[in-house]
């Protein structure tokens, strides 16, 4: 853990110390490359810039016409991002904000249509490697996981307030945790004597419930939950696939990259809403839902990471990227 002077000085150096030291390899490059038509003009948006690894690469291919710009709702990406991307005219700016207010951040840049978006969901590696961040179940910091540090709620208002049912939902749902009730009933009981604000109070409460067997899955899916939960990922997800598909122009496309079957999911059915799959209810004599095709799914399975490298960067292990093109514009309007 680094140490932090309590002084403006310090916490300046401190963060430009982080700035230097924000090291995340990304994933899928040269797939995101030869998906997005980044070599003609247009505008492009990664809106998962982390550590610009993707959005670089895309500027290095860019055409000189073209505009590209990143986003993050993590103020530390956001300052990496913009050093990292400084020389380049193609990059017009680097927003700090949820991916979910994207139909604003581009109505206030006076853009009509985008050609291509890049989400490459998730953490980065920073987020999860320093450990006051508190994402990591390895170490002792506060129970935090924020991404987005002007947001309020942290992970341990959630496992201190939330009642044994909630809790046990959350695992459920977010961390798909056969134990989830067992777990929360031992949170609900041991905060009765001692408030849980740090990861270790909470990984001593899930070890002495669980027991050594499998313990590092079980720590590992309770954490991945409460970071779900405490970021509100898939409702961001839910909520900005519609706008940026809205936003692309014929011909634009998309690109996602997941790493959890929740994440997967929302992105696939998106897809094949906007495909022209029919989603009335079983049973019903004819389509009443309007189905209509704007977008193409390239990707008909996702593609995942080569064998070489996962063995280079285990992060790729899991995921999984689907691409669509726009192909129609929309019957709304
Ligand atoms: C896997 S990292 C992206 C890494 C990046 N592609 C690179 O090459 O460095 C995911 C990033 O998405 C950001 N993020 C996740 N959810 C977000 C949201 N709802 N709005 C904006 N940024 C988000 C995280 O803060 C993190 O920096």
Not at 174 to 194: F, H, L, M, P, W
């Amino acid at each position: 853990m680094t140490l932090e002077r309590n002084d403006e000085d310090g916490a300046k150096s401190n963060e430009k110390g982080k700035v230097k030291n924000f090291v995340h390899q990304p994933v899928l490059l040269n797939e995101i490359v030869q998906a997005l038509p980044v070599a003609s003009d247009g505008v492009f948006f990664d809106l998962t810039v982390g550590g610009a690894g993707h959005l670089e690469e895309l500027v290095k291919h860019s055409a000189p016409g073209a505009s590209l710009y990143g986003l993050d709702r993590d103020s530390l990406a956001v300052a990496v991002a913009t050093e990292r991307l400084s020389t380049y005219p193609q990059v017009k700016r680097i927003i700090n904000a949820p991916f979910s207010t994207f139909s604003q951040v581009i109505r206030e840049l006076e853009i009509e249509t985008i050609s291509g978006a890049l989400l490459d969901l998730g953490v980065s590696s920073p987020q999860i490697d320093w450990a006051e961040r508190g994402f990591s179940f390895q170490g002792e910091a506060p129970l935090d996981m924020r991404m987005d540090s002007r947001q309020t709620l942290t992970a341990s208002e959630l496992v201190n307030e939330l009642d044994a049912t909630e809790l046990a939902s959350l695992f459920w749902k977010y961390g798909e945790e056969k134990r989830s009730r067992r777990i929360a009933s031992a949170i609900v009981a041991s905060r009765e004597t001692q408030v849980i604000d740090t990861t270790g109070a909470l990984r001593k409460v899930i070890s002495s419930t669980v027991g050594p067997a499998n313990l590092t899955r079980t720590l590992a899916r309770i954490f991945q939950a409460l970071r779900i939960a405490v970021n509100r990922e898939l409702d961001e997800l839910e909520s900005v696939l519609p706008q940026v598909i809205d936003s692309l122009r014929v011909g634009g496309k998309v690109a996602v990259i997941s790493y959890h079957s929740l994440e997967d999911r929302i992105v696939k059915q998106t897809f094949a809403r906007y495909s022209g799959a029919c989603v009335c209810p079983p049973g019903m004599p004819i389509c009443a839902c309007g189905a209509h095709k704007e977008l193409q799914p390239l990707t008909k399975k996702p593609i995942g990471a080569s064998e070489e490298e996962v063995k280079s960067n285990p992060r790729s292990r899991s995921a999984k990227l689907r691409i669509a093109e726009r192909i129609a514009l929309s019957r709304r309007g």
